[in-house]
């Protein structure tokens, strides 16, 4: 852990973004206790520009925009944590599989992983969600769905690495069945890269969840972001603020993971020159 932190601090694109993010998670769990924090509350201060009073304006029916945002980030956060968390199993689970007994579940699980791959990810989370019904659940289902190829493909990589290495021939001289080798004593050595890859899989949950939403297959009781900017293009010109700022916190959070990821990227993997 000494030796991770050390690498970690080096990147201070990473730090910021870490801290960003640290401040979403904290802005999500206290912003129910902010007096007047109905974001459904309505007012006749209907389309107002950004003010002292209503710092990012107010939308068509006089809600706060910047009311607005701060839910909005719970939504975002939970579909972003969840996907990531579902692909992440599912993407240990196959690619360490995979990697360790090779032969014909190596390839069909590869060969499996590429459809995946080659579809557009959007199409068909758009088709399926379409078909099986707007949701946080079924969003979150669809995504985990669709990111685990990626962490799959990483993780069974690592595996055929350290499979291959002294300590694990030792483990076998002893005696120990392979699956408990396998879960014991190569999947905890091979998870660092697929930790990078699913805190990049947030980044791209939250853009998946936004784009979604802005065409309407996202639940209509909820407050999200990209559902933020589908009503706010109908004023584009004369109140920009109602697509400006939830454009900005879409860029900002998702470009935040990235380089969370990147960072954390670098620093669990040993063989990378710190601060690059």
Known sequence: MRRFWARFATHRAGIAAGLYVLAL???MLGVELLPGA????????????????????TDELGRDVLLSILHGIKVSLSVGF??????????????????FYGGVIDLFTMRISEIFQVV???????V????????????????????????????????MRIKQLEFVDAVRCLGIREPVILAG??????LAPALAAGSLIVAHAILLEAALSFFGLSSADIISWGR?????????????????????AIF?????????????????????????
């Open 38 to 57: 109905d974001p459904h509350a309505i007012s006749a201060e209907v389309m107002r520009p950004p003010s002292p009073a209503h710092p990012l304006g």
């Open 120 to 126: 557009p990810s959007f199409i068909l989370a758009a």
């Open 185 to 190: 004593e190569i999947v905890p050595n091979a």
């Open 25 to 27: 998670v904290l802005t």
């Open 228 to 248: 933020m900017l589908n009503s706010g293009q109908r004023f584009l010109y004369n109140a920009w603020w109602l697509s400006v700022f939830p454009g900005a």
């Open 128 to 159: 399926i969600v379409a078909l099986s019904g707007p949701g946080l659940v079924q969003v979150v289902a669809v995504i985990s769905l669709l990111a685990w190829p990626q962490v799959a493909r990483l993780m069974r990589g690592e595996v």
């Open 82 to 99: 969840a996907a990531a968390l579902g692909a992440t199993v599912i993407g240990v689970l196959v690619g360490s599989t995979a990697g």
């Open 252 to 276: 900002t959070t998702v470009l935040a993971f990235n380089l969370l990821g990147d960072a954390l990227g670098s620093a669990l993997n040993p063989r990378t020159v710190s601060g690059k």
